[in-house]
């Protein structure tokens, strides 16, 4: 196969200043702006965390000045890093980009020095009691992500997740979903997106046509939802019609298989599924982007080409993170050129990337310019917009709102110390336990020492004294779990891993109390072995939610005294 070149820019381009038509591009600069790349929200090559998906800064220059690709998608790195970055990446655009993050939880979520938002179903849980209080919480959520969004110049909020997680085993959406249930998940996404649109920045239901009723992860294996066509309108459906109605720009696909829709293609790769249902039927005309495309319920079975023809022939305006963009680039100019793929199709996507960005950029046109936008200076970063004590406080009210508390642990003491048990699936990667997160350093004030374990082999197990009992070595312990969704490895082992400390504990008579972060599936499970303890419950596993349940579960001791273990 030979792959079509990717020409230059028309001349009229850089000087015309102004968004071009889009029957003024190359072919191969029009698909380019169907096409979205991952990057590193760090400044430095030598900090980037996933090398095999992250372009470096080489890599990512060549693909927005020479390939003119549409968008960015950014993960990691602090806000104040992704400021600058936006505006190094707008300043080599010659079209100004659409850049975008998963930020369903708030942007500090994936940008460290923003506000870390519990996920969406706290506000579940904030309904059970007050729904009209959730509702004021989601679009206070919506408008606050977005503000934070756009101070560092993110103008693509990839949320809200509109599923229903009515399936508890659920290793993808989970507790990112407003609930399980239709009426709640409708209301509450249509809050989140009126709170959003007070700022101009696109918002993005996901995953299409429903990713709740699944227990297969996306990322490694390609789901199946069996359900009939009345079921998918009366339950998966709903959600993204509320959507479509509140004015969501964007609904992101879901790598799954619905044979009632499409006995062939995933929902991804169908224009019976895309066009048919979602544009047709549906009556969606904003933009269309796949969920990504590296993910393996796609790539293993379709590549990284033949999946972005495929994607493009169903509907889909974006291309999210190809593997390689530059070969997806010049398949889909193949695709063109061979008469797979009408030309008129590709002008329709770049149509609505069009109309997308100049929602999204208002700040580059200046009164009166119309389409005006190059050779203008990106929006100015707005550190000072990020974090503010409002918005922090919004993020504590709603863990408040949403957390359980029953009864309270009775500290150890200088005599008689207790071990402090936090289990988590990955030490090392574990962002929310720095040195002085309160679920390290608030129970070594009730003579709690820390005890790290998790299922990598830091303290896999509890000690044995030789005659298969774990009970010896054991003292009075507060066990903390952190344990939600885990996309790629699921939360099996974490869940087998705590149980056995629990029941261990129990046998031993030295469990004193247990706090968990995080899923309300785990709690569920795992509630058998300390319900008539002091226990606590909180959706968020943020530092902040940490240091508002340990204080209410171990109130603060007469001493206050911390040990050098944490102040050296």
């Not at 509907?315 to 063109?336: F, S």
């Not at 793929?341 to 009166?368: C, F, M």
């Not at 990667?429 to 070594?444: I, V, Y």
């Not at 959706?539 to 349940?549: C, E, T, V």
Request: hydrophobic fraction near 45%; include cysteine.
């Amino acid at each position: 196969m030979t792959w079509a070149t990717v020409n230059d820019w028309p001349s009229g381009v850089n000087t015309s200043a102004r968004l071009p038509v889009p029957e003024s591009l190359s072919l191969a600069k029009q698909v380019a702006q169907m096409v979205v790349v991952r990057a590193s929200g760090h400044l430095f090559d030598h900090e980037i965390r996933y090398p095999a998906w992250e372009a470096d800064s080489a890599t990512l220059t060549r693909y927005v000045e020479e390939l003119g690709v549409g968008g960015v998608i950014l993960l990691g790195g602090s806000a104040a890093e992704v400021g600058l970055k936006t505006q190094v990446l707008q300043g080599q655009a010659r079209i100004p980009l659409l850049i975008a993050a998963d930020v369903e939880e708030g942007v500090g979520q994936r940008f460290s020095g923003a506000t870390w938002f519990p996920p969406p179903m706290a506000l579940s849980a904030v309904a059970d009691r007050d729904p009209s209080a959730a509702l004021a919480y989601a679009e206070a959520f919506g408008a606050a992500t977005a503000a934070e969004a756009l101070a560092i110049g993110l103008n693509w909020v990839l949320a809200p997740v509109v599923d229903i997680n009515n399936n508890s085993a659920n290793p993808v959406i989970n507790v990112r979903a407003f609930g399980d249930g239709l009426e709640r998940v409708s209301a509450l996404t249509q809050a989140f997106i009126r709170g959003a649109q007070t700022q101009p920045v696109l918002t993005a239901a996901k995953h299409f046509p429903g990713h709740g009723d699944t227990a297969t992860d996306s990322h490694l294996d390609l789901p199946v939802l069996p359900h009939s066509l009345d079921r998918l309108h009366e339950l998966e459906l709903a959600p993204f019609r509320a959507a479509i109605a509140a004015g969501v720009d964007s609904i992101m696909t879901a790598h799954l298989k619905i044979p009632a829709l499409d006995a062939r293609l995933p929902a991804t790769l169908s224009p019976a599924t895309l066009t048919g249902l979602l544009r047709q039927e549906m009556g969606f005309d904003g933009l269309i982007v796949t969920d990504a495309l590296i993910m393996g319920a796609i790539a293993n079975t379709y590549g990284p080409y033949e999946a972005a023809v495929l994607a493009v022939e169903a509907g889909a305006d974006v291309l999210l993170m190809p593997g390689d963009p530059a070969g997806t680039i010049a398949a889909v100019v193949e695709a063109v050129n061979l008469g797979r793929i009408d030309p008129a199709r590709i002008t329709a996507s770049v149509e609505r990337l069009w109309r997308a960005k100049q929602k999204a950029a208002p700040a580059l046109l200046p009164d009166g310019a119309g389409h005006a936008w190059e050779h203008l200076p990106p929006p100015p970063v707005n550190l000072a917009a990020v974090a503010q004590p409002a918005t922090r406080q919004l993020a504590a009210d709603i863990l408040t709102a949403s957390m359980t508390v029953q009864s309270q642990i009775a500290p150890a003491s200088a005599a008689t110390p207790g071990d402090n048990i936090v289990i988590v699936d990955d030490v090392i990667g574990c962002r929310f336990l720095e040195r002085t997160a309160a679920a390290l350093t608030w129970p070594q004030r009730h003579h709690y020492h820390l005890k790290l374990v998790d299922t990598q082999g830091c303290q896999h197990w509890p000690q044995d004294n030789g005659n298969g009992s774990a009970e010896h070595g054991l003292r009075p312990s507060l066990v903390q779990i952190f344990v939600r969704g885990n996309p790629f490895r699921g939360s099996a082992q974490l869940l087998h891993l705590a149980t056995t400390w629990l029941e261990a504990l129990q046998s031993a008579q030295m469990l004193r109390g247990v706090v968990i972060y995080g899923s309300p599936y785990a709690l569920d499970q795992l509630r058998f072995y300390f319900e008539q303890l002091p226990h606590g419950f909180t959706y968020g596993q943020m530092p902040l939610a940490q240091s508002l349940i340990l204080p209410t579960l171990l109130p603060e001791p007469l001493t206050t005294s911390t040990s050098r273990e944490f102040t050296d």
